[in-house]
């Protein structure tokens, strides 16, 4: 049984950062796609950044792209998001998420940003507040 917790989550003013961790176990893929989501009130969930379960290729969403880093530590079986720079419109629920990895993904060591419906793992959410 996959289990994912969030945790990181917090208050913060504009221009300020915040590192978002999310412990993982339970995994039974040899490879695998993690991912970070949001969803602000009254919107759609949307991912933010994935990772590869191997090598270091990421994605990002273009409204964080230079702001938000995706990292994870395979010793530690953790999932990270460093987000700097933030914005009020930043501030949202923030999920992490895993899937199996395709065959595309497995070729390239890369894992693209992805509609929430593909993936079938979820934590329950931390919650990331940003003022002006």
């Known amino acids: 049984q996959v289990q994912l917790v969030e945790s990181g989550g917090g208050s913060v003013q504009a221009g300020g950062s915040l590192r978002l961790s999310c412990a993982i176990s339970?995994?039974?893929?040899?490879?695998?796609?993690m991912s970070w989501f949001r969803q602000a009130p009254g919107k759609e969930r949307e991912g933010v950044a994935a990772?590869?379960?191997?090598?270091?290729?990421?994605s990002y969403h273009d409204s964080v792209k230079g702001r938000f880093t995706i990292s994870r530590d395979n010793a530690k079986n953790t999932l990270y998001l460093q987000m700097n720079s933030l914005k009020p419109e930043d501030t949202a629920m923030y999920y992490c998420?895993?899937?199996?990895?395709?065959?595309?993904?497995?070729?390239?060591?890369?894992?693209?940003?992805?509609?929430?419906?593909?993936?079938?793992?979820w934590g329950q959410g931390t919650q990331v507040t940003v003022s002006s």
């Open positions: 990772i590869y379960s191997a090598g270091t290729a990421t």
């Open positions: 339970g995994v039974t893929y040899s490879d695998y796609c």
């Open positions: 998420a895993l899937k199996g990895a395709t065959t595309s993904d497995y070729v390239l060591r890369q894992c693209p940003i992805r509609s929430r419906t593909d993936f079938p793992y």
